[in-house]
């Protein structure tokens, strides 16, 4: 797995643009869908008066197409029939810019609070029905979140979700800011996918501005998303063992997770990893004696997690609680836009890894377990997997003590560029509109995003005292989707 | 009323309500350790008891006497039946006998109380956890019964003082019965203490929740009343345990001694079973329970089949 030589199938340039009418955006967006092109994210953005920009991202394998659209009368055509991925999109738009999807029936306020319960559940009658309202206050310390359940007895029938309890304003905070200081917003959004979120920023702001990243950078923001990843992942295994109080397993993969952890601090200088991706560069170059050291203490997790692992699957108090829970089919997933360790676990054999020239992972392959069968078993399953893959990768990027890198000028700029970054909750999209150096515009699509209407749909016919367990192995993130 | 009668009826009294809190505070520090954690220690509970009785209550509303009694209730219902417990086969009459199914009964109570309590204020997690409880305690209690059933078989008595008295003789092991009982009460044990794979006592996830939901809603003394209560359960079950089923000399004092031995060995049972095993899901609860039953009724056949008089 080794750096693709700078040029050769270079890194693309910025997104495909196609200017559009109103009355063109639904044509436009179906054509994309019809073409192949995969939905990933539709971000509004006001525009002097009443107007509001209207962009579609839909990635290709070749690069993202961007569907772009000003509309005046803040009016277009819904294509949620026909994407139901957008519908949170499309909520969301009309919820922050007052943009009517013609067509999106009901459309239910997704960041209004105001609205009536009845306006934003979805209704549920018959016998003994009744409903459990969950949050946003916990009894443990858990991000705010309001869960309503419509439940009979133990028994989930229909699960609402409001989330959109912050008002952080990172996107608007960003706006004017110079194209260096974006990533710092992105970087902001959630703690845990931090370096995912900074690089698919990066890897956006470059795009517009025309930079390619050279081999050291690629393999630099490589090697700080995979730690990411590893840390991550051990903490979602151990989250899970927590969450059905299977102590031993929670407590050893917590152990890995700190070891990880405590690895990027001396590494990167922050145990998160923060700060460590800028905008052009890189100046991660740790000393060969700590890169050696961090490569033997990576393989020597490999092997405790490996171990780890073969006891898991034989303990079978643990195992009886995690089959057939909480299934999100193949289908659904892929209706749903579901993206990382969860729409793999259902079987959809796709990773931004592997199409992601701007990074160091030639000849990546996404795996899937070996029976997809989209529950909580097969979404640890997933993670454990992957796990193994990005210590595979990290082993032979660390071969090499990481160089400081840089960027050079490939092609001419752009004013709106994508970035797509796999984080380890799925794909992040990064879309940066930029008014010379300065931005205009800043969204930010996280994987977790994308994820929560798979979670609402996997839910309904397991057990109420299941749902946390469920949750936990989504493990999607509150903070990055307030706006 | 001989010393050692006086001086188990101290042991009744000081155990159940200066001792208890140890037991599960002795479990949780116990897994922590097997967890590879610092933890709490034992005495945590005691602190948690202190700073709870410091506290101002605070009453949800809408709420009715049913409410504010259920405290008190199940604090007395354990009194009680911590009275009815013999200590190295000797207890004081307190006026109100040792018969094991009023310790039952007394159980029961308390449970009826809290879910009362749950009823009364509405809230969602009292309620899906007072459900919960009552759906683990109907085979519970029937487990129970037969546990009782299947020791009384030999003396032809439910009393508890009788019951104890024959567990020091080493004939009661001969009998197959008398492993299949004490199986059985093990698996009460767990469900009645809430223990894992039953229940999770550390969880804080109010949808998982069985006995810690109804206790959501109160504050400062209520609260401590209702801790000590989960403690004096503890107690009451595990010197039961002891006295059914553990061999020993007949002479007070070495029973005493042994006693004094079996609550620490139980509550390493405890942590171990509670570090080695998941949370089960909630509707194999009954299942696991039934399982006590099965062997109950195993048991009342080989004592038939044996020939028991």
């Known amino acids: 797995m080794t750096a693709r030589p700078d040029g050769a199938s270079g890194p693309r340039s910025a997104a495909a643009i196609t200017r559009v009418a109103p009355a063109g955006w639904r044509p436009a967006c179906l054509r994309a869908h019809a073409d192949g092109a995969r939905f990933a994210g539709l971000f509004g953005a006001p525009r002097g008066g009443r107007a509001v920009e209207l962009r579609a991202v839909f990635s290709t394998p070749a690069g993202e197409r961007v569907i772009a659209c000003e509309t005046p009368e803040r009016a277009v055509e819904s294509v949620v029939d026909v994407l139901p991925a957008a519908a949170w999109d499309e909520r969301e738009a009309h919820d922050l810019h007052g943009v009517r999807f013609v067509g999106h029936e009901p459309l239910r306020p997704l960041l209004d609070h105001d609205a009536a319960l009845e306006r934003w559940t979805v209704p549920v009658a018959g016998r003994d029905a009744h409903q459990v309202a969950v949050g946003p206050v916990h009894a443990g310390v858990i991000e705010s979140g309001h869960f309503r359940f419509h439940v009979v007895g133990e028994l989930i029938l229909s699960l609402d979700l409001r989330l959109f309890y912050k008002r952080r304003g990172l996107e608007a905070a960003a706006t004017g800011r110079p194209a260096e200081d974006a990533i710092a917003y992105a970087q902001r959004a959630c703690a845990a996918c931090a370096v995912t979120s900074s690089v698919a920023c990066a890897q956006a702001c470059e795009a517009a501005l025309g930079l390619a990243p050279d081999d050291e950078l690629r393999r630099a923001r490589t090697v700080l998303l995979e730690l990411e990843r590893v840390y991550n992942h051990l903490h979602d295994i151990s989250a899970i063992c927590a969450g059905v109080g299977f102590a031993p397993g929670a407590a050893a993969y917590a152990a890995l997770k700190e070891r990880v952890q405590r690895l990027n601090l001396r590494l990167a200088g922050h145990r998160f990893l923060f700060g460590s991706v800028r905008l052009g560069g890189s100046d991660l170059a740790p000393a060969a004696a700590d890169v050696a050291d961090a490569r033997a203490q990576l393989r020597t997790t490999g092997d405790e997690h490996a171990a780890l692992w073969r006891q898991l699957h034989f303990s079978r108090s643990l195992q009886e609680r995690l089959d057939a829970v909480g299934v999100l089919g193949r289908d659904d997933a892929e209706r749903l836009g579901a993206v990382g360790p969860a729409a793999r676990a259902a079987g959809l054999r796709r990773d931004v890894r592997s199409e992601s020239t701007r990074l160091c992972y030639g000849g990546f392959a996404p795996v899937t377990p070996a029976v997809p069968a989209g529950d909580v078993a097969s979404r640890m399953t997933q993670r454990a997997i992957e796990l193994e893959q990005s210590l595979a990768v990290l082993d032979e990027l660390l071969a090499d003590p990481p160089a400081p890198g840089r960027t050079r000028a490939i092609g001419p700029t752009a004013a709106v560029a994508v970035g797509r970054v796999e984080s380890p909750r799925g794909a992040t999209t990064c879309l940066v509109e930029l008014d010379g150096r300065r931005l205009r515009a800043l969204h930010l699509r996280t994987g977790s995003y994308a994820n929560w209407p798979s979670l609402v749909h996997a839910v309904p016919g397991s057990l109420l005292a299941d749902f946390p367990l469920i949750n936990k192995s989504f493990e999607l993130c509150y903070a990055c989707v307030d706006r | ?309």
């Not at chain 2, 000081?14 to 002795?26: F, Q, R």
């Not at chain 2, 809290?114 to 459900?131: E, K, M, P, R, S």
């Not at chain 2, 509707?283 to 038939?304: D, F, K, M, Q």
């Open chain 2, 1 to 309: 009323m001989t010393a050692a009668t006086a001086a188990a009826g101290a042991v009744q009294l000081l155990g159940c309500v200066a001792v208890a809190p140890l037991l599960p505070g002795t479990v949780q520090h116990l897994k922590a350790r097997l967890q590879g954690r610092p933890g709490p220690s034992p005495l945590q509970p005691y602190r948690e008891l202190r700073r709870l009785w410091r506290k101002s209550g605070v009453a949800p509303q809408p709420r009715t006497v049913i409410y504010e009694l259920a405290p008190a209730t199940v604090a007395g219902t354990l009194l009680i039946a911590a009275l009815l417990v013999p200590i190295g086969g000797h207890a004081p009459d307190w006026g109100i006998g040792h018969d094991a199914l009023v310790l039952v009964g007394l159980l029961a109570l308390g449970r009826f109380a809290i879910a009362l309590a749950a009823w009364d204020t509405g809230g969602a997690f009292g309620l899906i956890g007072a459900a919960r409880d009552l759906t683990f305690a109907v085979p519970v209690e029937a487990v129970l019964l037969l546990v009782v059933v299947v020791l009384a078989l030999p003396s032809g008595s439910t009393d508890l003082l009788a019951l104890s008295a024959l567990a020091t003789t080493a004939e009661a092991w001969s009998e197959p019965a008398h492993w299949a009982a004490a199986l059985a009460f093990g698996i009460v044990v767990l469900a009645e203490l809430g223990r894992q794979p039953v229940d999770n006592p550390d969880t804080h996830l109010e949808l998982t929740m069985v006995h810690e939901g109804p206790l959501l809603e109160y504050a400062g003394r209520d609260l401590a009343y209702l801790q000590w209560a989960v403690a004096a359960r503890h107690w009451i079950l595990l010197v039961l345990a002891t006295e059914l089923f553990v061999p020993r000399p007949e002479p007070f004092l070495a029973q005493v001694a042994t006693l004094a031995g079996a609550l620490p060995t139980w509550c390493v049972v405890l942590a171990v079973v509670e570090t080695t095993q998941a949370k089960m899901r909630v509707l194999r609860v009954p299942v696991l329970i039934g399982t006590g039953a099965a062997i109950c009724l195993l048991a009342l056949i080989s004592w038939h089949v044996r020939g028991g008089a």
